[in-house]
């Protein structure tokens, strides 16, 4: 039996590791799905019924998805028996890098760093994290493999607003303010959907304030979110850092234009592969610039990011 782990936090959240762990789960066969928090294991969306104790006694695989597993957050990392698999979804490495040293980040670096070490398989979601973690962790390249996200192709051809849509966490590493200057820049209107009012909401709401902009909180419905996303003119991603970012391929099987930042992981996943138009990260000009383009619309799934060939890849494991 395969046991999916994750930090209760993540229970109905709307970030791509949900997803990711929500759609995969709900494919695997005689698997169950246990959440915790202050190292306390509970059953949830099990499809056995089992107790923690029997989940975690009968199950030989273990994949794990929070850094909190780890001994430095007291998790419960060496009461799994069985192959553990890591499904590093970001490396904290990079947060360092992006947002400077500090006693949680250290901890949160030492924490990845032991499931690195004590887990038989870690899984990247792009290659491009695959590659920095091998430059920190060579002795542990052998372990590093990569899935990507996989989804369903279902396009739709729904009218077309005159929307710029954004869709994700409001956080600063995210670029949202860039998008907000270059929609100022570019007399657009912005559709926003995510946590608006989280601590970086309020803060950004002086510059919202001063474009034509809708907000919607989290939509925990994906059909409604495909809605939302085959109705705009435009997706943008103008983040500074990111990992596989759902709303990239989401905005294709809906027949969406797609703008991207060009940092490294979106050059992979995206601008490589001819599915979007970029930008310069970080230059407003730039993005504004772009946003008056007719952005082309690609339609076409690449089969690397299928829902059939994320799950042969993780039955593969």
Same mark, same amino acid.
């Given at each position: ?68 597993? *780890?001994?430095?957050?007291? +998790?419960? #990392? %060496?009461?799994?028996? /069985? $192959?553990? =698999? ?5 490396? &904290? ?95 657009? *209107?912005?559709?926003?959907? +995510?946590? #608006? %009012?989280?601590?970086? /909401? $309020?803060? =950004? ?5 001063? &474009? ?106």
């Amino acid at each position: 039996m395969v046991t999916l782990i994750s930090a209760q936090r993540h229970y109905m959240s709307m970030d791509g590791i949900w997803i990711f762990i929500n759609r995969y789960s709900k494919l695997l066969n005689n698997s169950s799905f246990l959440t915790y928090r202050r190292n306390i294991l509970k059953p949830h969306l099990c499809t056995v019924n089992l107790s923690v104790n029997s989940c975690i006694s009968k199950s030989s695989i273990f994949h794990i998805h929070s850094i909190m597993d *780890s001994n430095v957050f007291n +998790g419960p #990392i %060496d009461k799994y028996n /069985g $192959k553990k =698999i890591y499904f590093c979804h970001h490396l &904290i490495s990079e947060e360092i890098c992006y947002y400077g040293q500090s006693i949680l980040m250290q901890q949160k670096y030492e924490a990845q760093s032991e499931l690195f070490r004590k887990c038989n398989q870690i899984v990247f979601l792009t290659h491009h994290h695959k590659n920095k973690a091998i430059r920190d962790f060579p002795q542990l390249k052998n372990k590093f493999t990569v899935v990507y996200h996989g989804i369903k192709s279902n396009y739709n051809n729904i009218q077309k607003s005159d929307n710029i849509l954004y869709v994700g966490r409001i956080s600063r590493e995210k670029g949202i303010t860039d998008l907000i200057k270059a929609c100022k820049l570019s007399n657009k *209107s912005l559709r926003i959907i +995510g946590d #608006i %009012d989280s601590p970086y /909401g $309020k803060e =950004i709401q002086p510059l919202l304030d001063k &474009i034509e902009y809708t907000t919607r909180n989290w939509i925990y419905d994906r059909s409604e979110i495909y809605e939302e996303i085959s109705k705009a003119q435009l997706v943008v991603l103008p983040a500074h850092l990111d990992c596989f970012n759902m709303v990239g391929i989401e905005a294709i099987v809906c027949g969406t234009p797609l703008l991207v930042s060009d940092i490294p992981v979106f050059r992979e996943l995206y601008i490589d592969k001819n599915l979007a138009e970029s930008f310069k990260v970080g230059d407003i000009n730039d993005l504004a610039k772009k946003l008056t383009h007719q952005n082309p619309i690609m339609n076409h799934l690449p089969q690397e990011y299928t829902e059939e060939h994320m799950m042969n890849k993780i039955n593969s494991l």
